[in-house]
């Protein structure tokens, strides 16, 4: 089974966590915060706190811009469940904003009416979460314009998208939002093992992730809330944090691949570029780039034009699977799997988003994907498609 995506492994990230294993430290050592700041200088972004998951990443991004009970926070159905999860965890509710038919991100028409509307009743959001699908940034600039009228923050979900860009700009900058959020988990673009990681330029935001991700407990004197006494063993808990710490096993993991970050998808793109040759023929819609955006091609992600294929979605996905080509489908909206419909969500609610849903399927894209796989890819679906 040629897998949808899988991590590329050199002898030197292998070392690199070996060096880790005969080190002083497993956690808490050197290797994340230089992990951070690799990540931080690659992305021109201020501060950085690595955690153990993009999860929890977000769920401490949501935390730090005070999201709780009575808050609503909107995000995109066409994402991984994590990136709605983050504001239940927080007490908050979540709705979801209807995706644009090119990129498939969250359109920023549908979001601009649901603000105009939400404005009228009461009940804007206080937190948007635009999720880069693929690894192409959504339109932030009009997104950071809508959060200056309507008065909300800004979390990116990049968890797609470390080494793209923006207008020209690495994404994770923080120039249109407030807190960016990266995933290294294998199928993702570098990998720590498991890990996320949040980005910021606001010092407070910065304070309250780094306290939020250890248990709320510092051991600064500045940041105490009761004057300190001199023993050196003291700190103080003054928050309700986590254990959401990063390894330093994982660190190094993700310091090894950030070396290899922009060759990576540089080859993603050359593997794009060759599925647009070679499919031009077949009735799908390869997927669009929009000028503004080099994206980092964590997914290839086909749209059948199913009035031209006399076959269903499912035919077509289960003839390619049958063939060893481990398709994926990215993604189930959100709101339509069972712990969001018993929210009160019903199928109908976006409807861009669940046509979308009928039609796409997720090819394999990893950067040691070969010629010859590329072409047994495309000699499955087109038999799946003819037959
Ligand atoms: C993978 C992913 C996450 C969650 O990442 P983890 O590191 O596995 O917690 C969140 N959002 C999106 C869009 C993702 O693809």
């Given at each position: 089974m040629i897998p949808y995506g899988r991590q590329t492994i050199s002898e030197a990230d292998i070392q690199a966590v070996a060096d880790v294993l005969r080190s002083d430290f497993l956690t808490q050592g050197p290797a994340v915060p230089g992990f951070e700041n690799s990540v931080m200088n690659y992305c021109g972004a201020q501060y950085a706190f690595a955690v153990n998951s993009a999860t929890s990443a977000l769920h401490i991004a949501c935390l730090a811009l005070?999201?709780?009970?009575g808050d609503s926070v909107w995000t995109t159905p066409?994402?991984?469940?994590a990136s709605a999860n983050c504001a239940l965890y927080c007490g908050a509710s979540v709705d979801f904003v209807d995706i644009d038919?090119?990129?498939?991100?969250?359109s920023v028409e549908c979001l601009a009416d649901k603000l105009a509307q939400a404005e009228k009743n009461g009940c804007l959001p206080k937190v948007v979460i635009p999720v880069h699908l693929c690894g192409q940034s959504c339109d932030m600039e009009a997104i950071h314009r809508l959060s200056k009228q309507y008065g909300f923050k800004i979390i990116e979900d990049a968890s797609h998208a470390i080494g793209g860009k923006y207008r020209g700009e690495i994404i994770g900058n923080g120039r249109y939002s407030d807190i960016t959020v990266f995933s290294f988990h294998?199928?993702?673009?570098?990998?720590?093992?498991e890990g996320g990681m949040a980005l910021t330029n606001d010092a407070q935001l910065a304070k309250r992730m780094k306290l939020l991700r250890s248990?709320?407990?510092?051991?600064?004197a500045a940041d105490m809330v009761l004057r300190p006494p001199e023993q050196l063993w003291y700190y103080q808990q003054i928050d309700l944090g986590f254990n959401y710490r990063m390894t330093d096993i994982h660190a190094a993991l993700g310091l090894s691949q950030m070396q290899r970050l922009d060759e990576f998808v540089t080859l993603r793109h050359a593997l794009a570029l060759r599925y647009d040759e070679i499919l031009s023929d077949l009735p799908i819609v390869i997927p669009w780039q929009h000028p503004d955006n080099y994206s980092s091609f964590h997914l290839y992600i086909i749209r059948l034009k199913l009035e031209h294929i006399g076959k269903t979605h499912r035919d077509v996905f289960e003839a390619l699977r049958a063939q060893g080509i481990g398709v994926n489908l990215h993604?189930?909206?959100?709101?339509?799997?069972p712990y969001y419909q018993q929210l009160g969500f019903k199928p109908g609610y976006c409807p861009e988003a669940e046509q979308y849903y009928a039609e796409i399927i997720s090819l394999p894209m990893f950067p040691a994907l070969t010629a010859d796989e590329q072409d047994q890819v495309v000699n499955a679906l087109r038999r799946a498609i003819s037959v």
């Open positions: 005070g999201v709780g009970k066409i994402t991984f469940v038919p090119h990129t498939y991100n969250m294998p199928v993702k673009i570098i990998t720590a093992g248990h709320g407990i510092s051991s600064d993604y189930i909206p959100v709101y339509l799997q």
